[in-house]
């Protein structure tokens, strides 16, 4: 059953008269996201917030945002935000990274990939990639060289995570030390049990789905590519420990589990929670109850990644 402060949350949505996702423009549901940030508050403080510039393959450039909690950082979080990759910007994850880099004592990087429909797959993804790159190029700065890097998103932020993990394996790329994926987009499968389910159809349902990836990915063909849906991937051996969090009521949550099962069948140590009662969304809706301890489950699973990684 939804929990009562969700139940209240979509009441609200409802009689504010806001379009449902899949009858809006991308800029009318960013126009309504950017509205919420006020809701959020403003965070811990950071012993240095910054922002950067990163140039990508093609000369483009992304921000990201840097938030150093400490004078001596346990590690470097690279955060991608969710959206369905065509809303989600920096102001919007703002308090939600400086809650991570209070709580877990890492540098967190928030990355602003670009999006779509203006910029499609992969693009998304090579911005992610970038990204770690980057942030692998300027470690010394950013946490201590050797601090371990960890790779987190929430939706199809989990999904940049769980295909940027997968590229640096293949690729030899920077050593991942931990993946924290947050009800992640990992297959493009509108007809599996959570998508059909009537109590599902919530802040996000399947409508909005096949809306987001009609915009990012709009050739079908390419949505069953690993680079879009990881769990289509042959081998997912050799990747890095993992915590996925999944909510009960969301259209992505068996394709998660799915995921999460598939990394442990390949001998990846997983962690993996279901959030009772709780709804797609919950983790970023910040005046929601229940992402406080998904905040606290996550940092106890970097911690004890980091002794285990020490031992």
Known sequence: MLNEANGEFLAQMAASGAKGIAESTPEEVRAMVAGMVELFGTGPEMARSEDHTITTDDGSTIAARVLVPSADPKGVLVYYHGGGWVIGALPEYETLGRKLADRTGCTVVLVDYRLAPEHRYPTAADDAYTALLWVQEHLE????????????????????????????RDEDGPPIAFQVLVYPVTDADFDNSTYSDPENQLILDRASMIWFWDHYAPDAARRREP????????????LPPALVITAEHDVLRDEGEAYADRLREAGVPVEQMRYPGQMHGFFTLLMV??????????????????????V
């Open 141 to 168: 700065s950013l946490a201590g060289p050797g601090a371990p890097l960890i790779v987190a998103g929430d939706s199809a932020g989990g999904n940049l995570a769980a295909v940027t993990a997968q590229r640096s």
């Open 227 to 238: 680079k879009a849906s990881p769990l289509r991937a042959d081998d997912l051996s050799g």
């Open 289 to 310: 109850p229940g992402h406080e301890d998904a905040i606290d489950q996550i940092a106890a699973a970097i911690t004890s990644s980091q002794r285990t990684r020490s």
